[in-house]
């Protein structure tokens, strides 16, 4: 099946700082979306990108599709404690269900203050 | 805000049993999902239902798992005899249209089978 690369792992900031992470697959995907999971929550949507080459912003989080349609970055500027959490890329491939997402690993952030 | 709701939020069950995860969508949702996610791996497609019937599932989703709307607002997942490999939080979603994209999670069981 489709596999998505998610880069880092983990990340471990001084509050302040900027960070940025992103996904790769050797697939074509026709949506990425970006999740924040907490502790003890789901994971809930951050933004989603549905366009090769758009980029989008939700206050401090900028995401990109990139151009050629199998990777995708997430940017978080002047990260706050509150930033903490697990960071999921998913994607929706091309000709594939509409029901299915096909998620990363994840990335760990967390955030000193 | 409408969310989805889970219980039990954690779940523990002795291996061989049958277990069942309850959700309750947001009230106007049309299409429902269960994902789960093992310890430490990525969130995987299940299950998705819509109309009373299952519209997908993925190779997960074997004999062992059953899906059931038994009334106007909950939504459950079954699992017939677990396993060890069961364990993992399960997820359910919920969306107005067929689109998981636009779909609301909610915070997940934790079933540990021992």
């Known amino acids: 099946g489709q596999q998505l690369n998610q880069s880092p792992q983990s990340m471990f900031i001084q509050e302040g700082e900027d960070v940025s992470m992103n996904c790769t697959s050797s697939?074509?995907?026709?949506?990425w979306l970006w999740y924040k999971q907490e502790p003890g929550e789901g994971p809930v949507l951050l933004i989603a990108?549905?366009?090769?080459?758009e980029l989008t912003s939700n206050g401090r989080l900028t995401a990109q599709f990139g151009i050629t349609r199998k990777d995708s970055f997430l940017n978080i500027s002047a990260s706050i404690p509150s930033d903490v959490g697990i960071y999921f890329c998913a994607g929706q491939t091309s000709g594939g269900s509409n029901y299915k997402l096909t998620f990363g690993k994840g990335t760990l952030l967390t955030v000193n203050p | 805000e409408p969310e989805v709701t889970q219980t039990p939020s954690h779940q523990v069950t002795q291996m061989g049993q049958e277990v069942i995860l309850r959700c309750v969508p947001i009230?106007?949702?049309?299409?429902f999902y269960w994902y789960r996610q093992i310890l430490g791996q990525k969130v995987e497609f299940l299950v998705s239902?819509?109309?009373?019937?299952?519209?997908?599932k993925s190779e997960i989703f074997d004999d062992q798992f059953s899906v059931e709307r038994p009334d106007g607002s909950n939504f459950t997942l079954k699992i017939r005899s677990t396993k060890l490999e069961d364990s993992a939080m399960y997820f359910c979603?919920?969306?107005?249209?067929?689109?998981?994209?636009?779909?609301?999670f909610g915070q997940g069981t934790r079933l540990t089978v021992v």
């Open positions: 697939s074509i995907f026709n949506t």
């Open positions: 990108l549905y366009k090769a080459g």
């Open positions: 979603a919920s969306s107005e249209l067929g689109q998981i994209t636009e779909a609301f």
């Open positions: 239902f819509y109309n009373n019937e299952i519209s997908e």
């Open positions: 009230s106007n949702h049309l299409y």
